[in-house]
């Protein structure tokens, strides 16, 4: 029996005279005559016969002609379509044609990150339309070779991309063809010559109609233009570099190399304008460069301490990918490019092995996958535990989250290439700005910052009692002039920023009517924020009980400069307060009072809301901050001086019990009966 007959006979049982082949014989011996056995073959056969059919209908590959015609649709498509509307929409303003420049920039990022994520799912849904209009099967999803055309469609829809960015910029590829014909037909020499007076009239137009076809300009002049006579004007030369850079007092800093490959015409780089702008910086330029300055020293040394590592480390960041491109060449896909690549950078990039990579998309790449994991494995152990409260788990992934760039840092990263741009276009040296794009207005500003946690300082609630409890504070400081002991102290109770307080030497602790205080300045190596910050500050009662005084006088013998000699600059920023942000932040975690947000600027914090507190007058709480006078008035006000003992009478509002801790200088708090000299401060004379 084979087993055509016995499908054929069943197939006539069930459906009259229709056979399953359509006519088509298919003779397969079954090899027995056993009807049962036959019928079983035959469904074996069938079943096999499904899944090769299945087989090679899953791994049907698409021919290259088909790969070809696919693509090129695709590609045609996009190109044509942007041509269509680019050439029937109606005008639009400048804000508007930059958010479509913006929206195409959007779209690369997408199509790049696809690349960076090797996931080109993206482009599944375009493929798809085009195979349909064409009545091409596409090959099934996850294949080898899905994967592979999904690769190219990718390529493909990014370069259609930026080709439309460019076309909306006016930049095409080639010439119009109209145009190309034009000059071809103008130029063949296959064309017969014309006699001169038949090619005049064939060439003159009506006046009318010319007016018509092309209507005169609101900016042609009312004059007809005169023909030149005599030789022809040489056009206008572009001023020479060392007058450009002198013009603006900056050619005496601009380092020697950079000034010969300028003067040679060779065109300026991304990295070397990077490092002009540090130079000028750091020789005490201000960011005036549309004006004639002159450096300062000075200037340019407190630039660096407080400005100069961040500046380079936003400039590294920069010059990875477009450090050895010319500047004015840099097209703003690659600039949107860089800026979503620094949006995702983490917040300790370069810090430690753990965020080092070889560069930073693969520092990203590492850090997400490292994030990734450690979310996935929170999970798998809360559902192992029996949770399916979805709420908890996401609490409980989110946990793992390694922080981000806060927007201010990622905004002033973003903004020091525009800073770069800006410079070179007002020293002249370019004609524009690629950055100028690397802005952010107020509305995205607090936009940017709506995403992120709040996490600005506060003061210390009952926290503050914990710190207090901690072992420097209770015998163990290192010696009588600990920092760790004093320095906390001198910011809560007196408000001093943590420079002012680590650079305070015993001859800037004086009295005044029996009472001591002590002068923050600007001198000699050391740094206030701004003029307003020189002011006298009353010491606090409590600060006198815990031997502030005795720890002054022993430096004085001593000839010691500071009151804290151990403390040490940086070597980034040249201050004191570098290393000691440094001790303070280890201390606080290593003994279990590490809480974000609250630092050493938060016990300044916590002084000024004391004050509010105690009702202190306006005049009287900026004086002791170091704040700008509120107005004209206030300020002739406290120029002739707030008297130290008005501002005592604040100070001592400041709650604190010496009895809390322990000094480091024995002897001290002394009690009451031993109270004598400047324990004046309290307000008592002899």
């Given at each position: 029996?084979?087993?055509?007959?016995?499908?054929?006979?069943?197939?006539?049982?069930?459906?009259?005279?229709?056979?399953?082949?359509?006519?088509?014989?298919?003779?397969?011996?079954?090899?027995?005559?056993?009807?049962?056995?036959?019928?079983?073959l035959a469904r074996r056969l069938s079943t096999?016969?499904?899944?090769?059919?299945?087989?090679?209908?899953?791994?049907?590959?698409?021919?290259?002609?088909?790969?070809?015609?696919?693509?090129?649709?695709?590609?045609?498509?996009?190109?044509?379509?942007?041509?269509?509307?680019?050439?029937?929409a109606d005008p639009r303003s400048p804000q508007l044609a930059q958010a479509a420049l913006e929206r195409e920039a959007a779209r690369q990022a997408v199509l790049r990150q696809a690349f960076f994520q090797q996931d080109y799912t993206v482009v599944e849904e375009p493929l798809r339309h085009v195979a349909a209009h064409l009545g091409i099967e596409l090959p099934e999803a996850g294949s080898e070779q899905a994967r592979l055309l999904a690769y190219e469609a990718t390529r493909v829809l990014l370069d259609a991309s930026e080709e439309k960015a460019r076309r909306d910029r006016g930049i095409f590829p080639s010439p119009s063809p109209y145009f190309v014909r034009a000059i071809a037909e103008e130029t063949s020499p296959g064309i017969p010559a014309q006699s001169t007076a038949s090619a005049i009239a064939e060439r003159l137009i009506d006046k009318e109609v010319a007016t018509k076809l092309f209507p005169p300009s609101r900016f042609a002049s009312c004059e007809p233009a005169h023909?030149?006579?005599?030789?022809?004007?040489?056009?206008?030369?572009?001023?020479?570099?060392?007058?450009?850079?002198?013009?603006?007092?900056?050619?005496?800093?601009?380092?020697?190399?950079?000034?010969?490959?300028?003067?040679?015409?060779?065109?300026?780089?991304?990295?070397?304008?990077?490092?002009?702008?540090?130079?000028?910086?750091e020789a005490g330029f201000a960011d005036e460069w549309h004006k004639y300055q002159r450096p300062d020293a000075a200037v340019g040394r407190k630039w660096v301490k407080s400005s100069g590592a961040s500046a380079k480390t936003s400039l590294k960041i920069w010059a990875e990918p477009l450090g050895s491109k010319v500047f004015t060449e840099i097209p703003e896909e690659e600039i949107e490019a860089a800026i979503n690549v620094i949006r995702s950078l983490p917040r300790l990039h370069g810090k430690g092995k753990k965020y080092t990579a070889e560069s930073y998309p693969a520092l990203i790449a590492k850090v997400e996958a490292r994030e990734a994991q450690a979310m996935d494995n929170a999970e798998r152990e809360l559902r192992r535990q029996g949770c399916n409260n979805e709420a908890e788990i996401r609490d409980a992934r989110l946990a793992h989250a390694e922080p981000r760039l806060r927007?201010?840092?990622?905004?002033?990263?973003?903004?020091?290439?525009?800073?770069?741009?800006?410079?070179?276009?007002?020293?002249?040296?370019?004609?524009?700005?690629?950055?100028?794009?690397?802005?952010?207005?107020?509305?995205?500003?607090?936009?940017?910052?709506?995403?992120?946690?709040?996490?600005?300082?506060?003061?210390?609630?009952?926290?503050?009692?914990?710190?207090?409890?901690?072992?420097?504070?209770?015998?163990?400081?290192?010696?009588?002039?600990?920092?760790?002991?004093?320095?906390?102290?001198?910011?809560?109770?007196?408000?001093?920023?943590?420079?002012?307080?680590?650079?305070?030497?015993?001859?800037?602790?004086?009295?005044?009517?029996?009472?001591?205080y002590l002068i923050v300045r600007q001198a000699l190596g050391d740094s206030v924020k701004s003029e307003n910050a020189t002011r006298k500050i009353p010491v606090h009662p409590a600060l006198i009980d815990l031997g502030f005084m005795e720890l002054v006088e022993r430096a004085r013998k001593r000839g010691d400069r500071r009151l804290f000699p151990s403390l040490t600059r940086g070597a980034n920023k040249g201050t004191l307060t570098e290393n000691f942000t440094k001790a303070f932040g280890y201390y606080r975690r290593t003994n279990d009072v590490y809480w974000h947000g609250l630092d050493f600027h938060a016990l300044r914090t916590t002084f000024h809301h004391r004050l509010v507190d105690g009702s202190c007058p306006g005049a009287h709480r900026r004086k002791l901050m170091g704040h700008e006078p509120l107005d004209e008035g206030e300020?002739?006000?406290?120029?002739?001086?707030?008297?130290?003992?008005?501002?005592?009478?604040?100070?001592?509002?400041i709650p604190f019990d010496p009895e809390r801790v322990q000094s480091p200088i024995p002897g001290f708090p002394e009690r009451p009966q031993e109270v004598q000299g400047l324990r004046l401060a309290h307000g008592s004379k002899s």
């Open positions: 029996m084979t087993r055509s007959k016995l499908v054929a006979e069943t197939q006539e049982e069930n459906s009259g005279n229709q056979t399953l082949f359509g006519g088509i014989p298919l003779c397969l011996s079954l090899k027995t005559h056993g009807f049962s056995v036959a019928a079983e096999l016969s499904d899944q090769i059919f299945l087989y090679a209908t899953a791994t049907m590959n698409l021919s290259p002609q088909d790969v070809t015609r696919l693509l090129t649709a695709l590609a045609r498509f996009e190109i044509e379509a942007a041509d269509r509307e680019r050439a029937l023909e030149k006579s005599g030789p022809e004007e040489t056009p206008t030369e572009k001023p020479a570099v060392r007058d450009l850079l002198k013009k603006r007092g900056v050619l005496q800093s601009c380092p020697p190399e950079l000034l010969a490959s300028l003067e040679s015409g060779e065109p300026i780089t991304f990295d070397r304008a990077a490092d002009f702008y540090l130079k000028l910086k927007a201010e840092t990622y905004m002033r990263i973003v903004r020091m290439a525009n800073r770069v741009g800006t410079m070179l276009e007002q020293l002249g040296l370019v004609g524009t700005n690629p950055f100028s794009i690397c802005t952010f207005s107020n509305r995205e500003a607090k936009a940017l910052k709506m995403t992120e946690e709040n996490v600005a300082r506060q003061p210390w609630d009952d926290r503050l009692n914990e710190l207090f409890a901690t072992r420097v504070f209770k015998g163990n400081a290192a010696d009588e002039a600990d920092p760790l002991f004093w320095m906390p102290l001198i910011g809560y109770l007196m408000g001093t920023r943590m420079e002012e307080a680590a650079q305070a030497g015993p001859d800037d602790v004086q009295s005044d009517e029996g009472i001591a300020r002739a006000y406290a120029q002739k001086g707030i008297s130290i003992a008005s501002l005592f009478d604040q100070v001592k509002k």
